[in-house]
């Protein structure tokens, strides 16, 4: 984020399943899961390397033995540019996260969450394609909790901008919960269309699960909106 700069983007996830996959990432039928979260991710450029960023909503969901209904978690952190070229950056970014209700995030398997510490690392490039402006970007991350499993995550977006105010999303999120004898593992698609409307920004897309062991199979809508000032 340039210094001065900032962005938020309220958005709504909602993830619904009704499968799950078992131990060997067979897929079986389970009791009907749902969550739903609404959420105000916000940054602001402190300085030319340096980013300061937050995210704090509301969430409720559940399953036919548990649910809740709430404040969801709290993420507070800063990111820093290690490395940058006119095309390629990488960063770095190291927060906190504050328990909320639910999860402490919707790519998660888990059903709870629980305060800890996160730290990622970032890269991305960007150019052209058929003389459109493309970018890609990889982020791997740990999150330490202090009662359930940490986690590892990788997450990957590729982009490309086909006309004018319009840009088309593929992303991917990947994650592990370091837990033996059996580690939960997921990995789910995301794809989503972003239309420019003057000084705003809307996003519409579709998120599901594709593989996974001990996770549930969601599906669901992401809609956003975006603004920067």
């Known amino acids: 984020m340039d210094k001065g700069k900032t962005q938020l983007i309220l958005k709504y ?32 450029g402190l300085t030319d390397r340096i980013t300061l960023q937050g995210k704090f909503g509301w969430t409720r969901g559940g399953d036919a033995f548990n649910s809740y209904n709430g404040a969801g ?11 940058r070229t006119s095309r390629s950056v990488v960063s770095i970014y190291a927060g906190g996260v504050l328990a909320g ?8 398997a888990r059903k709870t969450g629980d305060p800890g510490v996160e730290v990622r690392l970032l890269a991305g490039r960007s150019g052209t394609l058929w003389r459109r402006h493309v970018f890609g970007e ?18 990957t977006t590729i982009g490309i901008e086909p006309h004018r105010r319009w840009l088309l999303l593929a992303q991917t999120y990947a994650g592990r919960e370091d837990r033996q004898p059996l580690a939960p593992l997921w990995l789910k698609s995301e794809w989503s269309v ?34 920067t000032f």
């Not at 009907?32 to 959420?39: A, I, M, V």
């Open 194 to 227: 972003i239309h420019d409307v003057g000084p705003w920004r809307l996003q519409a897309g579709w998120r599901a699960a594709q593989i996974g062991v001990e996770s549930p199979v969601t599906r669901g809508p992401v809609l956003a909106l975006w603004r």
């Open 101 to 108: 209700e639910g999860p402490n995030t919707a790519h998660s």
């Open 138 to 155: 990889v982020q791997l991350a740990q999150l330490t909790s202090r009662k359930l499993p940490d986690e590892t995550r990788v997450e």
């Open 73 to 83: 978690p709290i993420d507070v952190g800063a990111r820093y540019v290690v490395f």
């Open 13 to 44: 996830e909602g993830e619904t399943a009704r499968e799950a996959f078992d131990a060997n990432g067979i897929v079986e039928p389970v009791s009907r899961q749902h969550d739903q979260s609404l959420s105000l991710f916000v940054e602001h």
